[in-house]
């Protein structure tokens, strides 16, 4: 003779146990919730932080030889602003798209700031490299700010009328930077 099955009183009313839709309901407030944090904006930038459109926020600072570099000398044409420093492995990957950037995009300036280190170890990691451009030093971290980075490496790509076109935070290949400079030029 068989046992008879025994069901709790949940599944014998063809419901779920408490816990299962409490869970259910969590979710699903969850995914609401999401949907109208994104629908409102999700993560803003932070208050004047530079944005895609924005006129890009002119600074001077001093390259690796001593000349003060104001960004605001390339009105007229177009800018790579990197942000990197020689600890960043990632910046580190795709310094050789940027020197490269440089024998095939003639017109295009780069403007490599390291982020607050100083002269010798960014001449040796330059010598390193076979950089032929000459980095600009943001030792006190004033640039770094004003651009609101907080990621290395970050790059900005900067029209000839001085407005951000394109804006980058990781590490890019050359098609990266080639399709970045299309939209600022």
Request: hydrophobic share 40%; aromatic share 6%.
């Amino acid at each position: 003779m068989e046992k008879p099955e025994i069901l709790d009183q949940n599944e014998a009313k063809g419901r779920r146990p408490p816990l299962v839709r409490i869970l259910v309901v969590l979710l699903l407030l969850g995914v609401v919730g999401l949907a109208t944090w994104a629908l409102q904006g999700g993560i803003a930038p932070p208050r004047g932080a530079p944005r895609i459109g924005a006129r890009a926020p002119n600074f001077t600072i001093q390259n690796v030889d001593g000349k003060a570099v104001s960004l605001s000398d390339y009105r007229g044409k177009t800018v790579l602003l990197n942000f990197w420093a020689t600890w960043c492995l990632p910046c580190r990957s795709e310094m050789p798209a940027i020197e490269s950037t440089i024998r095939s995009h003639p017109n295009v300036v780069v403007l490599a700031v390291d982020v607050q280190e100083g002269v010798v170890p960014v001449n040796d990691y330059s010598r390193r490299l076979g950089l032929s451009f000459k980095p600009l030093l943001d030792s006190s971290g004033e640039v770094t700010s004003l651009y609101h980075v907080d990621v290395l490496p970050t790059s900005f790509f900067i029209g000839p009328d001085g407005m951000i076109r394109a804006m980058n935070v990781g590490p890019m290949d050359q098609r990266m930077i080639d399709g970045n400079i299309q939209r600022a030029s």
